[in-house]
C-alpha cells in the first residue's frame, strides 16, 4: 500500500510531507501498537527485556528508500546520550501533593510540528551529592 502510494506521487517536497504523514500513520496503527496515542513504553518490554515481537518504531520514523533520514543514527545516538546522562545524575519522580500523594502527568500533548508535553508537576533532584557537584560543574543552573 504505502509502496503504491509513492510509485504515484511526485518526487520533492510534497512526497516527502507525504511520507512523514505516512510514517505518522504507520506508528499510530493500533494493530500494531493497540492504545497508539498512550505513553506506554513498558509496551516494547516483556519480562524485562525488548519484545521482539513488537514491531520497532524505527522501521517508519525516519522515512524511506533513498530519501531516508541521513541523520537517523546520529539522532539515535544523541537521544541515547542525553537519555543516559540525565538518568545518571538525575532521580526522576512524580511529585507529590500536600498530602504526600503522588501526582499523576496528565499526558496531555502539545500538537505542533513535534509533538511535546503540556507542562506537568514532577520532581527532578540530583541523584546523590557528587552527581550535584557534576551537574554545577558541566551547567550554569539553580537547583531548588
Ligand atoms: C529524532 C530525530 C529525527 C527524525 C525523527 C527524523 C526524521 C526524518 C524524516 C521522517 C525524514 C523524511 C524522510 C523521507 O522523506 O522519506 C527526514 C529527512 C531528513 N533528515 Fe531527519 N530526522 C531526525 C534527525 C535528523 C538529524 C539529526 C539530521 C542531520 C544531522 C537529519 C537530517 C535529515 C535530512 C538532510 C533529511 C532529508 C533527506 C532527503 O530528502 O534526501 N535528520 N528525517
Not at 71 to 88: D, H, K
Request: glycine share 4%.
Amino acid at each position: 500500500m504505502v509502496q503504491h502510494l509513492l510509485v504515484l506521487l511526485p518526487r520533492g517536497d510534497a512526497q516527502s510531507l507525504t511520507v512523514d504523514w505516512i510514517g505518522r500513520a504507520m506508528l499510530h496503527n493500533q494493530d500494531v501498537y493497540p492504545d497508539p496515542f498512550s505513553f506506554r513504553p513498558e509496551r516494547f518490554l516483556k519480562d524485562g527485556h525488548i519484545d521482539k515481537s513488537v514491531k520497532d518504531p524505527a522501521h517508519a520514523c525516519f522515512g524511506f528508500g533513498r530519501r531516508i533520514c541521513p541523520g537517523r543514527y546520529m539522532a539515535f545516538s544523541a537521544v541515547w546520550i542525553a537519555v543516559a546522562s540525565l538518568i545518571a545524575v538525575f532521580d526522576m519522580k512524580k511529585a507529590v501533593d500536600e498530602d504526600g500523594r503522588p501526582i499523576e502527568p496528565n499526558h496531555e500533548y502539545v500538537s505542533a510540528l513535534v509533538c511535546i508535553p503540556k507542562p506537568y508537576p514532577c520532581s527532578i533532584t540530583p541523584r546523590s551529592r557528587d552527581a550535584e557537584r557534576l551537574i554545577r560543574s558541566n551547567a550554569n543552573v539553580d537547583i531548588l
